[in-house]
């Protein structure tokens, strides 16, 4: 047989040797359970929120200089606001959400997008957009899409402009955002268990009287718990602090000049800067 002919048979017998070999290595790979990053990776965020809090389970694509939305997120259509695994939400109390009531719990987020708004979909199921029965829906709310003046690559979701009972969950990507708001009822919640704490022996007169004096509520019932609290703590600058905003708040100049004085006093001895500027600020706006 001609040398040619061999060397021919033998690179030939050698392709498949190399072929099989690097199959071998790649089951051996897979078998081994090699990481790769996710395409897109998912992200769980809470946010204390109230007397309880929010937390939300989703995935992030990224736009990879696609056209968003209207395209690979088609306008008019159920989206599951995320890749990969259905998007979770879950309230750790009852909350109104654009102005409607939803109860405590864990619910899918799914979303119908158009240009202008967006159909924000809470619903009780747990097999996403692909097995989605609308009877399971438990809330429906529309808000308003804002245009940002850059892309936001990663989709997100965040939250914004957090206090005490409100708050938004932000969802940004491309160049649209939206904000849904939150809110929930927690002054009764509060006052109840005020109302309790103030039957038992360690009385917490300095959260209540900051508590009444923050919610505007019964200023006098405020400014007497403060005293009651300055008197157990007399070297409590931020005690006395509090107590002369109280009396300044209702009308009270002369007295509020006085105990902010006394908290300057206690603020120096305690190295403490802040509460001198505080209340140094206090008395020039009598």
């Not at 995320?82 to 899918?108: C, H, I, M, R, W």
């Not at 899409?145 to 969802?171: H, M, P, R, Y």
């Not at 403060?226 to 107590?243: D, F, Q, R």
């Amino acid at each position: 047989m001609k040398l040619w002919v061999v060397l021919k048979l033998y690179l030939h017998n050698m392709k498949h040797v190399f072929a099989l070999i690097f199959v071998l290595v790649a089951a051996q790979a897979m078998s081994q359970g090699i990481k790769m990053p996710a395409p897109s990776p998912g992200q769980t965020i809470k946010q204390d929120f109230s007397l309880s809090s929010i937390e939300v389970n989703y995935s992030r694509p990224v736009i990879k200089g696609r056209t968003i939305f209207g395209d690979v997120v088609p306008f008019g259509k159920l989206w599951r606001a995320g890749a990969n695994n259905p998007t979770k939400v879950t309230f750790g109390e009852d909350v109104k959400v654009a102005g409607k009531e939803l109860k405590a719990g864990s619910y899918q987020l799914m979303i119908i997008p158009t240009a202008k708004n967006w159909e924000i979909i809470f619903n009780k199921g747990t097999n996403g957009v692909f097995n989605y029965h609308s009877e399971e829906d438990v809330l429906k709310v529309s808000v308003p899409t804002s245009t940002l003046a850059s892309n936001v690559e990663s989709f997100t979701i965040q939250f914004g402009q957090v206090i005490a009972n409100k708050c938004d969950i932000q969802i940004l990507w491309e160049k649209t955002s939206v904000s849904i708001p939150v809110e929930t009822e927690i002054d009764a919640k509060i006052a109840a268990s005020i109302d309790k704490a103030m039957s038992i022996d360690t009385k917490p007169y300095f959260e209540s009287a900051s508590y009444y004096f923050e919610t505007g509520r019964d200023l006098k019932k405020a400014l007497e718990w403060a005293s009651k609290a300055a008197e157990s703590n007399p070297s409590a600058y931020w005690v006395m602090h509090l107590k002369a905003k109280i009396q300044a708040k209702l009308g009270d100049k002369v007295g509020a000049k006085a105990t902010a004085l006394k908290s300057i006093e206690l603020a120096k001895a305690g190295k403490n800067d802040d509460y001198v500027t505080l209340n140094q600020k206090l008395i020039d706006g009598l």
